[in-house]
């Protein structure tokens, strides 16, 4: 007995198996094509749509975190080179009580700080540098380093909410997307089902319905590689193929980035399972 494509199947390769099954339903015609027509017709609009909405979301998504991490690559420079003037200023001690406490933990605390508290710990940084004095700093040179620093502040912070505001946006376009492909393949169920009533075979059936059955690897001979089914590439390939985003939220370590937190980040794609 053939199969139909897994509901946990990636979901391009759901829509494609969707798409394959009623373009060869038409050319078959008759009593097929008005059951595939009547199940899925509407399911063909709506998913193209869908899709090319997430895609959208996906390119401004893209955007979107290339001006973050440039933004957050000039902050800590900015700030970098702040902290080098103040302490060449001083002696470049090994420790300096004050220094310290404009920069609270150092450097550090804010290279390994998560991206949303980046503009204020540089809010914080600008609050402090204000406050605090100690010979040879000057007043004058503290509002320069004060205003160095709340240049590059107000970009981040900018930069950070419109990555938050289009990561959102495109978690809900994904989901969209991911719904009405799910919708599709209980559809394809149904349409199945119906092959059945009007007295097709099983093979019949996968001549339409592309069978997904794992093709059985004999004695001695090797298994396929596994394939991405969204690109035609053997699994493991890095060629810095995009596949849609599933970005977190927050991100740690040194350069202030998790793994997967950007827009090639893979969204979750597993869909409603098909009854």
Same mark, same amino acid.
């Given at each position: ?26 050319? +078959? ?20 749509? =869908? !899709?090319?909405?997430?895609? +959208? ?28 003037? /103040? ?20 450097? !550090? /605390? ?6 949303? /508290? ?46 938050? *505001? =289009?990561?959102?946006?495109? +978690? ?7 719904? !009405? =492909? ?9 349409? !199945? ?22 093709? +059985? ?33 927050? *991100? ?24």
């Amino acid at each position: 007995m053939g199969r139909i494509v897994r509901p946990d199947a990636r979901v391009d390769r759901i829509v494609d198996v969707i798409e394959r099954s009623n373009v060869r339903a038409a050319v +078959r015609g008759g009593e097929v094509a008005a059951a595939a027509a009547s199940r899925m017709s509407a399911l063909l609009v709506a998913i193209p749509a =869908a !899709k090319v909405a997430q895609a +959208r979301t996906a390119a401004v998504l893209t955007a979107a975190v290339a001006a973050r991490l440039v933004a957050e690559d000039t902050a800590r420079r900015e700030l970098g080179l702040v902290w080098a003037e /103040m302490w060449t200023a001083v002696g470049r001690p090994a420790h300096h009580e004050r220094l310290q406490a404009v920069f609270l933990g150092g450097l !550090k /605390m804010y290279n390994d700080a998560p991206r949303p /508290m980046k503009p204020e710990l540089l809010r914080l940084v600008v609050a402090r540098l204000t406050a605090v004095s100690a010979p040879p700093w000057t007043d004058a040179q503290r509002s320069v380093w004060a205003a160095r620093i709340d240049a590059v502040r107000a970009p981040l912070a900018a930069a950070v909410s419109a990555e938050q *505001d =289009a990561r959102l946006l495109h +978690r809900i376009e994904w989901a969209s997307f991911a719904a !009405k =492909a799910g919708a599709g393949l209980r559809a394809l169920v149904a349409f !199945k089902r119906d092959c059945k009533y009007l007295g097709l075979t099983e093979g019949q059936i996968h001549e339409i319905i592309p069978d997904d059955t794992p093709r +059985r690897v004999t004695s001695g001979e090797a298994a396929p590689a596994p394939s991405n089914l969204d690109t035609g590439e053997e699994a493991g390939a890095t060629d810095g193929a995009v596949a849609p985003p599933l970005p977190a939220l927050a *991100d740690s370590g040194a350069n202030g980035q998790r793994r997967g937190d950007d827009a090639n980040s893979v969204e979750p794609t597993m869909v409603p399972a098909a009854s």
